[in-house]
């Protein structure tokens, strides 16, 4: 990428950050002006195709086939224990795929010529920012600047034995014996592959509730089925000290005291905006060092700055990212600016079961005006078919009109479940809309269809039928 020769006169857009919300603002400015440039710290393409979404999911798919050995038997298919893995074959295929999907991220800036800058930009001035020790000027600012890990100051550790997700994917083979710590979505997700490649995992997390759940009933099923896998240790901040003469590193909680060859951090994301000069905005900065944003304009206050993406600490997932950037550079680029409804909440855990919160989490619920429904696919027909009966599903819906509030699961399939009904409550559908619905036999969402059966039961009678009943045929695989 270019670092210098810029033009001098001043700019309609700069966006600071080449990450998933950068691109997307950058797609919304170029379609409107050419007088932009766009500016990157550090490696060019995004978070989530170079270390995020995209190479944990390569490695989750790996673990997952290898797991699946464990049924085998129950299929009638012998030989399951001559199966092992090639830890560095695993790994290198995660970087060939990764690296594809970033070379097709880095093709939006490559045509770029001298408009995509290279370094470590500076807010000067609400319209400037400093630049490899050059001032360039704009109309509007966009701030998109994503996150890193979170490592604790305390953790004195070698580099070697100290893992992010930062840094997983660019070892060629992984220790033996590790630890996670930090039990959110990237947390459960890690843990769980990692332990079903062979590694020895041990995990820790000072919350009790897991991968971004709030209701405590499924919490409770997802720790029970992950506990299963790897030993789990919650409630209380594990301490981290690396004993050289020993050749390891101990954890300690007041519950346990071993030894591992390695830790993978998974404390979360925090915003990159050291040094970036938020400051020199005029407005005030909370406790984070963010400023207020207006998160249906991406506006800062009433500047002509917006920050989008990660770097806003709003909701970290990529779908959200790239909205932020979408609304940025469309008001980036626009006299008056146009204020958006964001979309219908959905976070999922690729983990199995699949974990997912779908519109209002169970904790922001008003119970005295809620229903719930409840599911268990210890018994659904399909789940047993294919040796993924585990886990269970909650449907939350408004007592006084049935309408859909949200969902917590850890189920199968769960990542499918959770985006059909992300788009029922989008719509405003009522617990008996959606029952209206098709439900196709044998299907996992037969298991949605029993836990919005038991919350229509729930509800005030509207009709005799969903016209998908098959009660009288009282077979369990139909319920």
Request: hydrophobic share 45%; with cysteine; aromatic share 4%.
């Amino acid at each position: 990428m270019a670092n210098s020769n810029v033009v001098n006169e001043t700019l309609d857009v700069i966006i600071i950050g080449a990450g998933s919300a950068g691109l997307s603002a950058l797609r919304e400015v170029r379609k409107r002006t050419e007088q932009f440039v766009i500016i990157n710290g550090g490696p060019w393409g995004t978070t989530c195709a170079r270390v995020g979404c995209m190479p944990s999911k390569l490695l989750i798919e790996a673990a997952n086939a290898f797991h699946r050995r464990t049924t085998f038997e129950t299929f009638g298919i012998r030989g399951a224990d001559q199966l092992m893995v090639d830890m560095a074959r695993v790994m290198q295929r995660v970087r060939e795929l990764r690296d594809d999907f970033v070379a097709s991220t880095l093709k939006a800036t490559e045509v770029l010529g001298t408009r995509a800058i290279s370094g470590r930009a500076r807010l000067l001035n609400p319209n400037q920012v400093l630049i490899n020790e050059k001032k360039l000027t704009a109309k509007k600012i966009i701030i998109a600047t994503g996150s890193h890990p979170i490592v604790p100051a305390e953790w004195h550790l070698p580099e070697n034995r100290l893992l992010t997700t930062d840094t997983l994917f660019e070892q060629e083979t992984l220790p033996a014996r590790l630890a996670v710590i930090g039990m959110g979505p990237i947390g459960v997700e890690m843990a769980q592959a990692l332990s079903r490649l062979g590694v020895k995992v041990t995990a820790f997390g000072s919350n009790k509730q897991i991968g971004g759940l709030t209701d405590p009933h499924v919490n409770e099923v997802a720790l029970d089925l992950l506990s299963q896998e790897f030993p789990l240790y919650l409630g209380e901040r594990a301490k981290v000290v690396w004993e050289p003469g020993e050749n390891c590193v101990r954890i300690r909680t007041s519950e346990v005291d071993i030894a591992v060859d390695g830790v993978l951090a998974a404390l979360g994301r925090r915003p990159n905006i050291d040094h970036l000069g938020l400051e020199t905005l005029g407005v005030p900065l909370n406790e984070q060092g963010l400023p207020p944003v207006n998160p249906t304009t991406m506006q800062i206050a009433d500047l002509p700055v917006f920050l989008a993406g990660d770097a806003s600490d709003y909701k970290p997932l990529l779908h959200e990212a790239a909205d932020e950037g979408h609304i940025a550079g469309l008001n980036a680029v626009r006299e008056e600016m146009i204020c958006f409804t964001r979309r219908t909440p959905l976070g999922i855990v690729f983990s199995d079961p699949g974990i997912a919160v779908v519109g209002n989490p169970f904790r922001s619920l008003n119970h005295n005006e809620t229903v719930i429904g409840e599911v268990r696919f210890d018994h659904q027909g399909r789940a047993r078919a294919a040796q993924s009966n585990k886990g269970m599903l909650r449907v939350y819906a408004k007592s006084a009109s049935g309408e859909l509030l949200g969902a917590e699961m850890c189920a199968p399939a769960g990542e499918h479940m959770a985006h059909l009904l992300a788009l029922a409550i989008d719509q405003s559908l009522t617990v008996g809309g959606l029952l209206g619905m098709p439900f196709y036999h044998p299907v996992l969402e037969e298991g949605l269809r029993t836990a919005l059966r038991k919350v229509a039961a729930k509800l005030p009678a509207v009709s005799e039928s969903d016209l998908a009943s098959c009660d009288a045929f009282n077979a369990a695989a139909l319920d």
